[in-house]
């Protein structure tokens, strides 16, 4: 893990015993490094730096990651009620460990199924909106995993849906609109929460009465599947539909506060605006020196300062990763991007330190 570190003048024409790393676990200097000058050393020192800790491999949350997404896959296709739980409880602690790498390698990465990685997705956000409510930590369990099986009687149709283009046939349509019921079913015969089944059941319904499967309004609903609904919906349009490719997410926030608005509790939309604004982490930008570079820090106050390049301006990688201020004219972010398959393989973890 990153343990803060602070440089006195008297490292000036020395070398660095360490590898010395932003907050975000971009690499600035290399173990080696002299420190040759008063600006180098005012450089490194203008803003708060770190060292890795022995330990960082096996406390490293992104592997960590990869492990449990690999695990909720076996996971939904046992349906064991014990190992569903403890799934749930381990994505929390991850969550805790270092919420930004989570929430924007999850957005990058291609972990898993898009089934399963989606509902890892939504997990996450979730449960950031759901801590903005102090949620007891048996409730965001049951939130967790909820979000982690809402879609668990239908993960197949999911997946086949994803990789076509042809319109839902009435078949599959019908398919769609029960399977919150289907899932809810199955949870409750294995003997899960109550509150939990409730958000699964609950999840696909709009506060206007126009949601499945039981057109229930506002005040029927629990809170907790409030909460699913929003974190589903702006999962869905960030990572794309087979019928539309993803939006960036200031575009997915104006559905949110447009188009579906009518659908959402507009308490929770807010906090999902105040807790992830146009820049969440994984949100990919293009530069004006025309680097690619992406967000891997929440910005609380709504001012953009730091991304992490990437790419250069050809498009070959930048090893190691830059990180940019976008407050300078030349580094300033120019537009949003998403991924070409024309790009180099690209080690996601990376732009968070790991």
Not at 29 to 38: F, K, L, P
Not at 99 to 119: F, I, K, N
Not at 247 to 268: K, N
Not at 273 to 293: C, D, M, Q, S, W
Request: proline letters at 5%.
């Amino acid at each position: 893990m990153l343990k803060p570190i602070v440089l006195d003048s008297g490292f000036i024409g020395k070398n660095l015993p360490w590898d010395i790393y932003a907050e975000n676990g971009v690499l600035l200097a290399r173990a080696g490094t002299v420190i040759s000058d008063e600006q180098l050393f005012f450089t490194l020192t203008q803003k708060n730096i770190f060292i890795r800790t022995e330990n960082s491999e096996t406390n490293n949350p992104l592997r960590l990651l990869i492990e449990l997404v690999e695990d909720i896959g076996k996971i939904l296709a046992t349906l064991e009620p014990a190992a569903l739980a403890s799934s749930a409880e381990r994505l929390l602690e991850l969550l805790e460990d270092d919420p930004d790498a989570c929430l924007g390698y999850v957005l990058r990465a291609p972990l898993a199924s898009h089934s399963v990685r989606h509902c890892i997705h939504v997990a996450l956000v979730s449960t950031v909106l759901a801590q903005a409510f102090d949620f007891e930590r048996r409730d965001l369990i049951n939130l967790v995993g909820a979000a982690l099986s809402m879609n668990l009687a239908d993960l197949d149709l999911h997946d086949a849906m994803w990789g076509r283009r042809s319109p839902v046939g009435p078949k599959e349509r019908a398919q769609l609109y029960s399977h919150p019921l289907r899932a809810a079913d199955r949870l409750s015969a294995l003997g899960v929460d109550a509150d939990w089944i409730r958000y699964v059941l609950e999840h696909h319904e709009n506060i206007d009465g126009t949601g499945y499967p039981n057109k229930l309004t506002l005040k029927e609903i629990s809170f907790g599947a409030r909460i699913l609904r929003v974190a589903d919906v702006y999962c869905a349009k960030v990572s794309g539909r087979y019928y539309r490719p993803p939006r960036s997410p200031r575009h997915a926030l104006l559905d949110v506060f447009g188009s579906e608005r009518r659908h959402l509790d507009l308490m929770i939309t807010n906090v999902l605006l105040k807790r992830f604004g146009i820049y969440p982490p994984g949100t990919l930008v293009r530069l004006a020196n025309n680097e690619k570079a992406c967000v891997t820090r929440r910005v609380l106050d709504g001012r953009l300062r730091w991304v992490v390049s990437f790419l250069d301006a050809r498009d070959h990688l930048l090893e190691p990763p830059q990180e940019r201020e976008v407050t300078h004219r030349a580094t300033a972010v120019r537009g949003f991007v998403e991924p070409d398959r024309r790009w180099p393989a690209i080690a996601w973890a990376s732009l968070w330190g790991y």
